[in-house]
């Protein structure tokens, strides 16, 4: 069985399971309302990340058709690198504001 890392990084709390590398790259990134509408064109994901959702509503379609919405508090794994078609994009009614973590 595999040893779970515990990391004791704020005392007096108890240590906590952690478990990863370091991410090289995260960014804040905003989307208009709307963004993504007027075109409808898929695109890869520029490197396996994770896009974490914090503010408005995001549509994700994939390439199989399959549309689905994230909100605030979700978070997607995205993995759809070239040379796959990728996915398409496209924010709700109201800006869309998302960390992104490579």
């Given at each position: 069985?595999?040893e779970r890392p515990w990391?004791?990084?704020?005392?007096?709390?108890?240590?906590?399971?952690?478990?990863?590398?370091?991410?090289?790259?995260?960014?804040?990134?905003?989307?208009?309302?709307?963004?993504?509408?007027?075109?409808?064109?898929?695109?890869?994901?520029?490197?396996?990340?994770?896009?974490?959702?914090?503010?408005?509503?995001?549509?994700?379609?994939?390439?199989?058709?399959?549309?689905?919405?994230?909100?605030?508090?979700?978070?997607?794994?995205?993995?759809?690198?070239?040379?796959?078609?990728?996915?398409?994009?496209?924010?709700?009614?109201?800006?869309?504001?998302?960390?992104?973590?490579?």
């Amino acid at each position: 069985m595999e040893e779970r890392p515990w990391v004791d990084a704020a005392p007096p709390a108890p240590p906590f399971y952690a478990k990863g590398n370091a991410a090289p790259r995260m960014a804040f990134a905003g989307f208009d309302a709307h963004w993504g509408a007027q075109d409808l064109k898929a695109h890869p994901a520029p490197s396996a990340q994770y896009v974490v959702y914090l503010d408005g509503t995001m549509s994700i379609t994939a390439t199989d058709g399959t549309t689905r919405r994230f909100g605030p508090g979700e978070v997607l794994r995205v993995e759809d690198t070239a040379p796959c078609k990728g996915h398409i994009s496209v924010a709700g009614s109201n800006p869309v504001f998302t960390l992104i973590s490579r």
